[in-house]
T-cell receptor, first 114, second 115 residues
Framework: GNSVTQMEGPVTLSEEAFLTINCTYTATGYPSLFWYVQYPGEGLQLLLKATKADDKGSNKGFEATYRKETTSFHLEKGSVQVSDSAVYFCALSEGTGTASKLTFGTGTRLQVTL | NAGVMQNPRHLVRRRGQEARLRCSPMKGHSHVYWYRQLPEEGLKFMVYLQKENIIDESGMPKERFSAEFPKEGPSILRIQQVVRGDSAAYFC?????????????FGSGTQLSVL
């Protein structure tokens, strides 16, 4: 079956540091890949996505590239801010139409300090 | 426009009791998804509903769990005769589109604790 593995947290960084959160996946077909973010007290929000190999998703300074050869979708940001402190979830989706389903990783908590 | 609302935020039940989790989708959304996050695991799909219809319940445990999304009112996830293994965070998501994983909006979840 499908699965997503992401690095364990928490990840603690100083403001303006470079961020990488690793994510690898196992899927039988050609999934779409997503990063979701959950800020304290809120629901998960879609951060970025990529639907095919070599696509790069980007949003709010975050980037991730769909690497089929390494089955990876690592999240990166060049300079983190305190406001980026949240839990980040990597996810994949297979299937289209009426029953698309997401498979999530366990989440990685990011704490950014001044 | 209010987001997806889930209540309660925290629910404590003793073994054998029933748990009812509510989810009000965003205004105009008629597609609701339920996910469960067990401790140390990722969120797992449970069920996908449209108004008055269950579309996909392939992730639902075969016994004790049921879900509904009536014509009026919130979607309800019901767990009968809860056991300790049901302790988890339950997330609801809604979408304006069929199977719209790219336009899913999540609630902040209900943390169920079974004593």
């Amino acid at each position: 079956g499908n699965s997503v593995t992401q690095m364990e947290g928490p990840v603690t960084l100083s403001e303006e540091a470079f961020l990488t959160i690793n994510c690898t996946y196992t899927a039988t077909g050609y999934p779409s890949l997503f990063w979701y973010v959950q800020y304290p007290g809120e629901g998960l929000q879609l951060l970025l996505k990529a639907t095919k190999a070599d696509d790069k998703g980007s949003n709010k300074g975050f980037e991730a590239t769909y690497r089929k050869e390494t089955t990876s979708f690592h999240l990166e940001k060049g300079s983190v801010q305190v406001s980026d402190s949240a839990v980040y979830f990597c996810a994949l989706s297979e299937g289209t139409g009426t029953a698309s389903k997401l498979t999530f990783g366990t989440g990685t908590r990011l704490q950014v300090t001044l | 426009n209010a987001g997806v609302m889930q209540n309660p935020r925290h629910l404590v039940r003793r073994r054998g009791q029933e748990a009812r989790l509510r989810c009000s989708p965003m205004k105009g959304h008629s597609h609701v998804y339920w996910y469960r996050q067990l401790p140390e695991e990722g969120l797992k799909f449970m069920v996908y509903l449209q108004k008055e219809n269950i579309i996909d319940e392939s992730g639902m445990p075969k016994e004790r769990f049921s879900a509904e999304f009536p014509k009026e009112g919130p979607s309800i996830l019901r767990i009968q005769q809860v056991v300790r293994g049901d302790s988890a965070a339950y997330f609801c998501a809604s979408s304006p589109l069929p199977g719209g994983t790219e336009k899913l909006f999540f609630g902040s979840g209900t943390q169920l604790s079974v004593l």
